[in-house]
């Protein structure tokens, strides 16, 4: 595996592998990897000829009072897990090389609707952050297809609003969340929590199931199932940033006739911000 920091370099290594006749993937990532990331690569590399993996930590996606600057940078062990994923080139760029004009006066990219819902409404320009970074990304690369996870679930969404609305040719692949032996979705910021908050935090995924559970057996009253949920989840220590039932598609409130929808969760444990979902479709029982 490679490793190169100027998008000439990465677009001349791009170059090369497509001469060849190779797909491309592309798996962007914040670096601080971990198994989640890992299986993106796998899935990429059983999915195309040649992999490319991003470790970028976005300045743009982070608000003010947001852990930008503490967030782990961990590159001489990403290098690792990417080469055992199955990576052949990774591309990590300074914020210099990715914003050379600078972010103030930045030609942005939005995905106005899905943006401004859950996470967005919370997170205010965060969206924007991702869909410009991500579409430079995809700039940059011009892949084939690109592997993002499941677990941020909204971003998901956005990312394949972004790619339909703007005729983007590139294949969006969704990976399953990857979990703990106890539930807990993994994530790069698990790494903040104590060793107390650790245990209690796969209780986020308990109530997400238990919710997943009462709808697939026929409760429609989603005010009130939330609102229990919230009630218990405080008892325990959350301090819920929002736990709401969406149709999963739209992510709009779900109605009692929506078949598909998705349960997603934001909640504080401590100072450390979690997120997690759970996808279920009443026609299909999943």
């Known amino acids: ?71 782990p940078r961990t590159l001489a062990a990403d290098q690792e897990k990417l080469l055992q994923a199955g990576c052949h080139l990774l591309f990590a760029p300074t914020v210099e090389e990715m914003y050379p004009n600078g972010m103030t006066g930045l030609t942005r990219v939005t995905a106005a609707q899905l943006s401004n819902e859950l996470c967005g409404s919370r997170r205010p320009g965060h969206f924007d952050g991702v869909t410009t970074v991500v579409s430079k990304l995809f700039n940059m690369v011009q892949p084939d297809l690109a592997i993002f996870g499941q677990k941020d679930y909204q971003q998901l969404a956005v990312i394949r609003a972004m790619v339909q609305e703007l005729n983007m040719p590139v294949q969006i692949i969704s990976e399953p969340t990857v979990r703990a032996e106890d539930g807990l979705a993994l994530s790069s910021r698990n790494g903040y929590l104590s060793e107390e908050q650790r245990a209690l935090a796969p209780a986020l995924y308990q109530h997400l199931k238990a919710m997943s559970q009462a709808i697939t057996a026929g409760e429609r009253n989603y005010g009130a199932l939330i609102n229990q949920h919230v009630e218990q989840i405080q008892a325990l220590g959350f301090r819920p940033d929002y736990l709401e039932v969406r149709h999963a598609l739209t992510l709009l409130p779900a109605q009692t006739s929506d078949r598909d929808l998705v349960i997603l969760v934001a909640a504080f444990l401590g100072n450390t911000r979690l997120i997690d979902n759970v996808h279920l479709n009443l026609d299909s029982g999943l």
């Not at 090369?16 to 601080?32: C, D, F, H, S, Y």
């Open 1 to 71: 595996m490679n490793t190169v920091k100027t998008v000439r370099e990465l677009r001349a290594a791009v170059a090369r592998a497509r001469r060849e006749g190779k797909q491309i993937a592309l798996v962007p990532t914040m670096g601080n990897l971990h198994s989640g990331h890992a299986a993106l690569v796998t899935t990429a590399a059983q999915q195309a000829d040649f992999v490319v993996a991003s470790i970028f930590v976005n300045p743009l996606q982070f608000g003010a009072n947001e852990d930008l600057d503490t967030y």
